[in-house]
């Protein structure tokens, strides 16, 4: 089968998804990722099938009204649309582009239109999810800072909010494009969430089981399958310093925080360090 995947975002973003096309290819599927430039030769090198997005995400990673509200996730979507608002349409565009002759989309939820290509193109979507973002009682968005459990309502509607938060940042562009490519009325208000529920569009959470157990009020086209891993090239050497560590004990738990920078990295340092040593474990 002929699979294209598409998905925007700094290298943290791609990564797994580049994982699962490698996985996917060694299924025995034709797969081509759609991204940006900067990623190019990396995902060529893995022999994967590459196409084009017009968009740098470094452009907003270190633009420094972005850095400034990450911590508030209103803030940040709302200065992320700024930054990147005109680019929407090229981005629509390529994303349209890159599923001609695909026999089935893999969508990351960045890829807005996925629905409207997949539709149009009458093919296969799934949507493929780094974090659980699927509407559940059982515990609230992962986007709210921490708060007390009020309980399952509450906790399901986090999720609404926050798929609302993300559909109506650009649901203007959206319209905008379904006009001029598709010649097509409006999106729903609301955005595709129903029609997809409807149509039961298979969701891949790319998550431990054991770290996020499936919610008992999920449906049966929503999976979690566990994290996509990209195993490192062949001529990959870790430093002698890192070697010297892996070989000295049990295997290390690794800690990252993708691309964003943290404004107090000793207070979290010290968080980490304080995990590590309540579960008894090593860590890199």
């Known amino acids: 089968m002929r699979i294209t995947i ?22 025995g599927h034709t797969v081509r990722l759609a991204s940006h430039a900067i990623f190019e030769s990396w995902i060529r090198d893995y022999g994967i099938d590459f196409t084009l997005v017009r968009f740098n995400p470094r452009d907003v990673v270190n633009h420094p009204d972005v850095q400034r509200a990450k911590s508030n996730i209103v803030k940040f979507v709302l200065t992320v649309r700024r930054i990147i ?32 290509c997949a539709r149009r193109l009458r093919i296969p979507l799934m949507i493929g999810m780094l974090q659980p973002l699927i509407p559940t009682r059982e515990f609230p968005s992962f986007f709210l800072p921490p708060v007390p459990n009020i309980g399952g309502t509450f906790n399901k509607v986090t999720h609404y909010l926050f798929n609302q938060l993300l559909w109506q940042n650009v649901r203007t562009e959206v319209n905008r494009w379904r006009r001029l490519r598709l010649g097509a009325r409006s999106a729903p208000f609301f955005g595709p969430y129903k029609d997809m529920a409807e149509e039961k569009v298979p969701h891949l959470v790319a998550c431990s089981p054991t770290i996020v157990p499936k ?34 004990g049990n295997p290390p738990v690794y800690v990252g925080f ?12 010290e968080i980490v360090i304080d995990a590590l040593e309540d579960a008894k474990q090593r860590g890199i």
């Open 6 to 27: 598409l998905t925007i975002g700094s290298r943290g973003d791609v990564q797994p998804y580049l994982a699962l096309a490698v996985g996917l290819t060694g299924s």
């Open 85 to 116: 608002g005109p680019q929407y349409i090229d981005v629509f565009n390529d994303f349209w582009q890159a599923s001609q002759g695909a026999e089935a989309i893999i969508a990351s939820p960045t890829a807005s239109n996925a629905y409207d």
């Open 215 to 248: 919610p008992s009020d999920w449906e049966e086209w929503h999976q979690i399958t566990g994290y996509w891993f990209l195993e490192a090239q062949g001529d990959f050497r870790p430093p002698i310093e890192i070697r010297k560590f892996l070989d000295s």
């Open 258 to 269: 993708g691309s964003m920078s943290q404004d107090q990295p000793e207070k979290l340092t």
